[in-house]
């Protein structure tokens, strides 16, 4: 168990829709990444906030966004979804926003588009 | 990012060591070399990572060619549990966060 929560386990819904994943960081952690894995693409980084703030930015489509909230908690906001939105979505923390700290992965969002 | 070479795939027993190579032939002085693993159904794991010497841990040893160039992580005594895609990153301590993460090595242990 790397301390890092993820809701919901799954996920199914119709294309033009939006949905909301949530990420729990690791106690203490500060920075929060989000990265989707897909069987095209492989595993790939979206975007990462650090205490609040966006820190750094991926390859995350303009119909995405997310935040991190006072509490340190993320929110992945995945808008008029496509069937190639399809994937597992993984958030990971890391303590701190700099250097090359290991970074702990969540369980993943499982995003199924129909 | 700096590129990194794996091989697709290995396979190996159980019980028996495990060498897993990677290439990063332009690395770069800043760049620490990090390998993480992603059981089936499971999100990454950081395994290991270092700069220049050769480091071990409760999980694996990475060994570090001198001109830093190639580097391989070994798993002592595989287990079925080993199972995974490992991959080889590098991360500049000073550059971005982000983990950039090629196509891995999927490792196969036989019983």
């Known amino acids: 168990d790397s301390g890092v929560t993820q809701t919901p386990k799954h996920l199914i819904t119709a294309t033009g829709q939006r949905v909301t994943l949530r990420c729990s960081p690791r106690?203490?952690?500060?920075?929060v990444y989000w990265y989707q894995q897909s069987l095209d693409q492989g595993l790939q980084f979206l975007i990462q906030y650090y205490n609040g703030e966006e820190r750094a930015k991926g390859n995350i489509l303009e119909r995405f966004s997310a935040q991190q909230f006072p509490d340190l908690h993320s929110e992945l906001n995945l808008s008029s979804l496509e069937l190639g939105d399809s994937a597992l979505y993984f958030c990971?923390?890391?303590?701190?926003?700099?250097?090359?700290?290991?970074?702990?992965f969540g369980p993943g969002t499982r995003l199924t588009v129909t | 990012d700096a590129k990194t070479t794996q091989p697709n795939s290995m396979e190996s027993n159980e019980e028996e060591p495990v060498h897993l190579p990677c290439n990063h032939s332009t690395i770069s002085g800043t760049d620490y070399i990090h390998w993480y693993r992603q059981l089936p159904s499971q999100g990454p794991e950081y395994v290991i990572h270092?700069?220049?010497s050769n480091v071990n841990n409760r999980m694996a040893s990475l060994a570090i060619a001198e001109d830093r160039k190639s580097s391989t992580l070994i798993l002592h005594r595989a287990t079925l549990r080993d199972a995974a895609v490992y991959y080889c990153?590098?991360?500049?301590?000073?550059?971005?966060?982000?983990?950039?993460f090629g196509q891995g090595t999927r490792l196969t242990i036989n019983p």
């Open positions: 990971a923390s890391s303590a701190t926003g700099t250097g090359t700290n290991e970074q702990y």
């Open positions: 270092g700069l220049t």
């Open positions: 106690s203490g952690d500060l920075s």
């Open positions: 990153i590098l991360r500049d301590w000073g550059g971005a966060q982000k983990l950039v």
